[in-house]
């Protein structure tokens, strides 16, 4: 337009080109803005591209309100039907013998309702896919929860074979020791054969346990062999050691009759 006017000045073509631009724009005052082609050309420029802008905050604008008004296009539906229904109650006449008992509505059948080819717009559609993924998620959670109690019976059956199987390793245990404590032989008796470190007498006297070479020494069961006299010297004037089997009376007086089959002492 501003070229138009700059080429061709008052000419009737540019006139023309002038006027509609004007026109579009609400029709200003020519001689003010086009009094040079410099100024002609700097309005036109930001007319152009101030209508641009203007055009899409326009276009935004109605396509919120038109996806507002989609998502609450059944409650408005609802609302105006309202509405209808109460402006035809309150045009008609009082009386009930007017009208018949019953009302027929003929209902319109709706067609592709559910369908994923219609397109319900830009917030309808994002609600829907939530709504699947939701779906979709719900359905995991469930299936993890089945995992999970499955998990939870296994783990509860496991434990329960092991307390079983602790409680029947445990029993044989108690009986053993029962029985081995009941074995024990009484207070005054002496000790008969069978190896091991206890307390060795001499013609009376106490001595230590034996070191491991010197029991090691002596026979199994009845076959004994003997010790050299240094051994037996060393053992007559060691001294006592402290020992459990020296606070027991009956071993000390045992003395030299404790000599039997085994290699528990060494007889006078």
Known sequence: CAAAFAICGSDAAGFDLLTTYALLLGDFDQDIYFSSGMIAGLF????????????????????????????????????????????????????????????????????????DDVWLGRVATVKAAMADVGKSVGGEVKQLQQVVTKLERQLESVCQAVDALSHGAVKPAVAVSVGVGAKRRPAGEPRKGGGGSGCVTRGG????????????????????????????????????????????????????????????????
């Open 44 to 115: 036109t420029v930001f007319t152009f591209l101030m209508v641009i802008v203007l055009l899409n905050i326009a276009i935004g604008i109605i396509g919120d309100t038109l996806e507002r008004i989609q998502d609450q296009k059944e409650m408005l539906t609802l609302q105006i039907r309202a509405e209808m229904v109460q402006t035809y109650q309150r045009s008609m006449v009082s009386s009930a013998s007017w009208y018949p008992p019953w009302l027929h509505v003929a209902l319109r059948v709706e067609r592709h309702k559910d369908s």
């Open 205 to 268: 006297s106490r001595s230590g346990s034996f070191p491991g070479s010197v029991r090691q020494s002596f026979a199994v069961g009845s076959q004994r062999q003997s010790v050299s006299a240094s051994t037996r010297a060393s053992l007559s004037t060691q001294p006592i050691p402290s020992h459990p089997c020296a606070a027991s009376a009956p071993y000390a007086a045992s003395g030299g009759g404790g000599g039997g089959s085994g290699g528990g002492g060494v007889g006078g």
